[in-house]
């Protein structure tokens, strides 16, 4: 099976969106879920979230940012270029239904995958805001789809560079003391989706987050995506990504997240020492 990349472009610095010829996946996608590639050959596996789709023609948007080892290495190729492979749609596809009032929070590139999100309310009936918050102007993309896939688009910035300055808990807040939301959904960093959680957990307000724990195999056998829920185990790749975000023990996943940050940095200075051995 062909995995052509059919086009590419930087969105913003570092972040990139490719498309990819992927009619077996493309055809049962829904928003929500997410697929595994690999760049080359003894490359590692890398989850990337579904961003958007073309069923008509078999294409596959994907948007990520060029941090690792195996992102850098999808940075580098080109249209044309294949991956080795690529597996999906995994993942339980977000639950779509009338709610009434819908709030989708983006942080960072979790602006992607929530386009899809929207977009499904939206079709569904729902009134749906979106909330879309960076560090600064230029990690802002999409705005134009996203103001096509809601019904009113809010944009924050930490720096105030563009939109509001400060956080999307902070046009959420508003929201919920102008008018009645019935469902909110959180995508992005850890922090950031627990802060949307605290603020609607008192107004009792229905709230899911993505999870985007490390993950490995995707199929629930290698365990490290494990979500503490409610008190119970859970793997973000074949019980998510989406939990209840009132119910996520997220103290434990943001540990964990950051002993991993730290083994790969470790990694990383490691390498780099050996690197420099080689040369001398």
């Not at 949307?196 to 008192?202: G, H, K, Q, S, W």
Request: some cysteine.
């Amino acid at each position: 099976m062909s995995y052509k990349i059919l086009s590419k472009k930087e969105l913003c610095p570092n972040q990139y969106e490719i498309t990819i010829e992927a009619p077996y996946v493309v055809r049962n996608a829904q928003a929500g879920q997410f697929i595994i590639f690999r760049a080359e050959e003894n490359g590692e596996r890398v989850p990337l979230t579904i961003a958007d789709v073309d069923k008509e023609n078999g294409a596959l948007t994907l948007v990520f940012m060029a941090v690792g080892y195996s992102t850098k290495k999808l940075a580098e190729l080109n249209v044309g270029d294949e991956l080795v492979d690529l597996v999906g749609p995994l993942g339980q596809p977000t639950h779509i239904e009338k709610y009434g009032t819908v709030v989708c929070l983006a942080g960072g590139y979790g602006a992607a995958p929530c386009y899809l999100i929207a977009k499904a309310f939206k079709e569904a009936g729902n009134k749906v805001y979106m909330i879309m918050g960076a560090r600064t102007k230029e990690l802002i993309f999409w705005e134009d789809k996203m103001k096509n896939a809601c019904d009113e688009l809010f944009i924050t910035t930490d720096d105030g560079s563009l939109g509001e300055k400060g956080f999307v808990t902070q046009v959420l807040e508003k929201i919920m003391n102008n008018e009645t939301v019935n469902y909110a959904i959180a995508v992005g960093p850890m922090p950031m989706m627990r802060a949307v959680a605290e603020l609607t957990r008192n107004k009792g307000i229905k709230t899911e987050a993505s999870m985007n724990p490390i993950m490995v195999d995707g199929t629930g056998m290698c365990g490290a995506c494990r979500v503490t829920v409610g008190g119970e185990t859970k793997f973000a790749c074949v019980d998510g990504p989406d939990f209840d975000a009132h119910l996520i023990d997220f103290d434990e996943v943001i540990n964990r997240c950051k002993i991993y940050k730290e083994e790969e940095r470790k990694r990383s200075e490691n390498c780099n020492l050996l690197k420099m051995e080689y040369r001398r």
